[in-house]
T-cell receptor, first 115, second 113 residues
Framework: SAVISQKPSRDICQRGTSLTIQCQVD?????MFWYRQQPGQSLTLIAT?????????ESGFVIDKFPISRPNLTFSTLTVSNMSPEDSSIYLC????????????FGPGTRLTVL | DAKTTQPNSMESNEEEPVHLPCNHS???????IHWYRQLPSQGPEYVIH???SNVNNRMASLAIAEDRKSSTLILHRATLRDAAVYYC??????????????FGQGTILTVHP
């Protein structure tokens, strides 16, 4: 299994600013993902964070708005850029272990409020 | 992506079995059936998954129809801690979609004392 932590756990930000969310896994993992969960909604995949290369974004999400880094097998960051109130959501990272047994582990999420 | 259909909500009493249904009529041969649950104010957690045969683990059982077009997650004795949103997800283990989980709206399970 893998334990995932996220920082910050929550934040309140002003419109037009940017926030970087960190995701740390306690063991090496093959794949890492970032999701968004808007209020009262289900999770939507933003992108796959690829180690050593550019992230792969899902339809409707772009790198300029959500730049992602993944410098090694245990860490990734997601930046929410030029924020607007519509970006208020919970952002979650997930990871699949080296065993690739199809089980994914999720972090506790970062609750973002944009004023 | 193949889709799943789940009831919006279900209710159960504590210590009774719960059967959570999921329809996936467009499932392909390489799709695994995954179940995750999300407790309040937490990230989702893996529950169980299967391909063709029924599966059991310490958390639950997964019953898969012979034609694979539907499945049922079984909680043998519900506890208050099992109150959560349960997601049935089709996971394609091959190709460019590997690893991607497509979450539907899930089933909100309420457990009464």
């Amino acid at each position: 299994s893998a334990v995932i932590s996220q920082k910050p756990s929550r934040d309140i930000c002003q419109r037009g600013t940017s926030l970087t969310i960190q995701c740390q896994v306690d063991s090496q993992v093959t794949m890492m993902f970032w999701y968004r969960q808007q209020p009262g909604q289900s999770l939507t995949l933003i992108a796959t964070a690829n180690q050593g290369s550019e992230a792969t974004y899902e339809s409707g999400f772009v790198i300029d708005k959500f730049p992602i880094s993944r410098p090694n097998l245990t860490f990734s960051t997601l930046t929410v850029s030029n924020m607007s109130p519509e970006d208020s959501s919970i952002y979650l990272c997930s990871a699949e272990g080296l065993a690739r047994d199809n089980e994914q582990f999720f972090g506790p999420g970062t609750r973002l409020t944009v004023l | 992506d193949a889709k799943t259909t789940q009831p919006n909500s279900m209710e159960s009493n504590e210590e009774e079995p719960v059967h959570l249904p999921c329809n996936h009529s467009t499932i392909s041969g390489t799709d695994y059936i995954h179940w995750y649950r999300q407790l309040p104010s937490q990230g989702p957690e893996y529950v169980i998954h299967g391909l063709t045969s029924n599966v059991n683990n310490r958390m639950a059982s997964l019953a898969i129809a012979e034609d694979r077009k539907s499945s049922t997650l079984i909680l043998h004795r519900a506890t208050l801690r099992d109150a959560a949103v349960y997601y049935c997800i089709l996971f394609n283990a091959g190709g460019t979609s590997y690893g991607k989980l497509t979450f539907g709206q899930g089933t909100i399970l309420t457990v009464h004392p």
